[in-house]
């Protein structure tokens, strides 16, 4: 069983940054890969970024890349998701997740099996 909670979430300008932290449970932490995906009002959930179970391997959506970088600290069985130049179009509310039959960074949803509750973020134009 692996818990995993979300935080950092909240309001923000257009052009401005958040980092998102993704706090895990569970010895299984560190062979895991872990994935952030997002559902705006209306939307599906999407794929914004994963990381391999080391932290050297790395996918992220188109709509993110240069913007978004996500990181990974063992130690601390905790992931980051640092996003710049927000903009309101990435308005939505964003999970964690882990996967932990895999290492590998996986783009799809639903391979991942352990998911936190969802942070909002808001970006204002």
């Known amino acids: 069983q692996v818990r995993v909670v979300e935080s950092g979430g909240g309001l923000v300008q257009a052009r401005g940054s958040l980092r998102l932290s993704c706090a895990a449970s569970g010895r299984t932490f560190s062979s895991s890969a872990m994935g952030w995906f997002r559902q705006a009002p209306g939307k599906e959930r999407e794929f914004v970024a994963a990381?391999?179970?080391?932290?050297?391997?790395?996918n992220y959506a188109v709509s993110v890349k240069g913007r978004f970088t996500i990181s990974r600290d063992n130690a601390q069985n905790t992931v980051y998701l640092q996003m710049n130049s927000l903009k309101p179009e990435d308005t939505a509310v964003y999970y964690c997740a882990a996967d932990v039959s895999s290492g590998a960074p996986s783009v799809r949803w639903y391979e991942y099996d352990y998911w936190g509750q969802g942070i909002q973020v808001t970006v204002s134009s």
């Open positions: 990381i391999n179970w080391n932290g050297g391997r790395t």
